[in-house]
């Protein structure tokens, strides 16, 4: 899992332009690093015993590498494993990240090495890695030929996944229950992503493509939508097919969300309908005559105003969900995502795009990092905002990136090459949050902060 304080990621941005974080992922360029270079750290090889540095081992981090990161998860439906990173020192000539199954990681514990001596990750995976266990780790680099101290210590919980079907969208209902679904009917649960497995919680009511996935409190329910005006209501466990056949058109369903006393669900073919208080009765709404024949990707609303985004850069905007604003002039790659952060509207996109607006009328373009990367999913808040919310933004190539707005954002290795389509954030109580990510093939995939 990520492990790093909300200040800590402003620091963290800091050190990625004065260490040239994201050019070095590739040691060459600034494109995302594919799975077969991340592989390239480890095959899960470790060993046991010191190696022999003079790092300290009692808790002085001064000098030590920063930005220490864990990914955890399946990233491709065949095992599990941590994705250990960490911000570059331009000045240090090796790595070795030491781990253990208990809190309390000293230079006497087992040793994973990446390949590559300048690298900035490792990929711990193999019979080392079991899923629903708890990984320690602590970095250190080695500089004009001396250990550093050993980096604050990070977590990792990995869990398997048990589809091998592309996941589309995960929402999470604020105590207890994690929901994410995906293509051929998928709905799959766990109480956390994380200790506990991941479990077929699919409904034969509903064998289509389920593209979006929400939680609410007002009804205490999950909502999801899907192909074929696909409509479900439930707990996380038992499911109700909502009946939609009053729509004169039946429309693949791309994502929903809660107004705060009802439903909006976006489609293709310009397809925006809106609900009853509980999402058992639906109608549709007209979008207008110039979007007839656009697929709408994804809805957000800061509570005062919705923003409907979807293909060749069409946004639209409504204050009612009734009457809609067509927005010119954002370009022509398609939008895929949004949300809204308690402060600014966030659009995640193909070709690299990022847009934020603090009206949903006013758009100011980003550049996150990133080359030749089609952003899938932005990170949702189902359960509420947190005190201080870290915007991520997931896609192509296994790409995660944090702070996308801040020119350029951080990137974190992921340890896949599999597309990322979905991503919610878990609050953890009095324990640290997290982020839940999915994708094809089954991946999930979890990031905390601590």
């Known amino acids: 899992?990520?492990?790093?304080?909300?200040?800590?990621?402003?620091?963290?941005?800091?050190?990625?332009?004065?260490?040239?974080?994201?050019?070095?992922?590739?040691?060459?360029?600034?494109?995302?690093?594919?799975?077969?270079?991340?592989?390239?750290?480890?095959?899960?090889?470790?060993?046991?015993?010191?190696?022999?540095?003079?790092?300290?081992?009692?808790?002085?981090?001064?000098?030590?590498?920063?930005?220490?990161?864990?990914?955890?998860?399946?990233?491709?439906s065949t095992e599990v494993q941590n994705t250990i990173s960490w911000s570059?020192?331009?000045?240090?000539?090796?790595?070795?990240?030491?781990?253990?199954?208990?809190?309390?990681?000293?230079?006497?514990?087992?040793?994973?090495v990446p390949a590559v001596d300048t690298t900035r990750y490792v990929v711990h995976s193999d019979a080392d890695v079991v899923a629903g266990s708890d990984y320690y780790y602590r970095v250190q680099a080695t500089v004009a030929d001396a250990a550093t101290p050993l980096s604050d210590e990070v977590s990792g919980v990995p869990q398997l996944s048990i589809t091998a079907n592309q996941l589309n969208d995960v929402a999470w209902n604020g105590?207890?229950?994690?929901?994410?679904?995906?293509?051929?009917?998928?709905?799959?649960?766990?109480?956390?992503?994380?200790?506990?497995?991941?479990?077929?919680?699919?409904?034969?009511?509903?064998?289509?493509?389920?593209?979006?996935?929400?939680?609410?409190?007002?009804?205490?329910?999950?909502?999801?939508?899907?192909?074929?005006?696909?409509?479900?209501?439930?707990?996380?466990?038992?499911?109700?097919?909502?009946?939609?056949?009053?729509?004169?058109?039946?429309?693949?369903?791309?994502?929903?969300?809660?107004?705060?006393?009802?439903?909006?669900?976006?489609?293709?073919?310009?397809?925006?309908?809106?609900?009853?208080?509980?999402?058992?009765?639906?109608?549709?709404?007209?979008?207008?005559?110039?979007?007839?024949?656009?697929?709408?990707?994804?809805?957000?609303?800061n509570g005062d105003r919705i923003v409907v985004i979807g293909g060749n850069g069409t946004v639209l905007s409504s204050v009612d969900a009734v009457t809609w604003e067509l927005q010119p002039g954002l370009?022509?790659?398609?939008?895929?995502?949004i949300t809204w952060d308690g402060s600014q509207y966030l659009i995640a996109g193909s070709n690299d795009t990022v847009l934020t607006s603090v009206d949903g009328l006013t758009w100011t373009a980003h550049i996150p990092g990133t080359s030749d990367i089609n952003f899938v999913a932005v990170t949702q808040w189902d359960d509420g905002l947190p005190a201080t919310p870290v915007i991520g933004i997931v896609g192509s190539s296994g790409t995660l990136v944090l702070g996308p707005e801040n020119d350029p954002g951080v990137f974190v290795p992921t340890g896949t090459n599999e597309q990322l389509g979905g991503m919610t954030w878990v609050d953890g109580g009095d324990a640290p949050g997290y982020f839940v990510i999915v994708g094809n093939d089954g991946t999930v995939l979890t990031a905390r902060y601590e």
């Open 331 to 337: 370009g022509n790659n398609n939008l895929n995502d």
């Open 88 to 112: 570059l020192n331009p000045d240090a000539t090796d790595y070795t990240v030491y781990w253990d199954n208990a809190p309390g990681v000293t230079e006497d514990s087992s040793v994973v």
């Open 175 to 301: 105590v207890d229950t994690l929901v994410a679904v995906g293509d051929r009917g998928v709905i799959i649960a766990s109480p956390n992503g994380t200790a506990d497995p991941w479990m077929n919680v699919a409904t034969a009511d509903a064998p289509q493509q389920l593209t979006g996935v929400t939680w609410e409190s007002v009804n205490s329910q999950f909502l999801v939508v899907g192909a074929g005006n696909t409509v479900l209501t439930g707990d996380g466990a038992n499911w109700a097919r909502q009946d939609l056949s009053n729509l004169a058109v039946s429309s693949n369903l791309q994502d929903v969300t809660w107004l705060g006393d009802r439903y909006i669900a976006v489609g293709n073919n310009g397809a925006i309908i809106t609900s009853n208080a509980d999402g058992t009765s639906w109608v549709a709404q007209d979008a207008g005559p110039d979007v007839g024949n656009t697929s709408f990707n994804a809805v957000e609303t």
């Open 1 to 76: 899992m990520l492990k790093l304080s909300h200040s800590e990621l402003s620091r963290l941005l800091l050190l990625a332009c004065s260490f040239c974080l994201l050019a070095s992922c590739s040691d060459s360029s600034d494109t995302p690093v594919p799975a077969d270079v991340v592989d390239d750290g480890s095959d899960g090889g470790s060993d046991d015993g010191s190696s022999g540095g003079s790092g300290d081992d009692a808790g002085d981090t001064s000098g030590a590498p920063q930005g220490v990161l864990v990914v955890s998860g399946d990233g491709d």
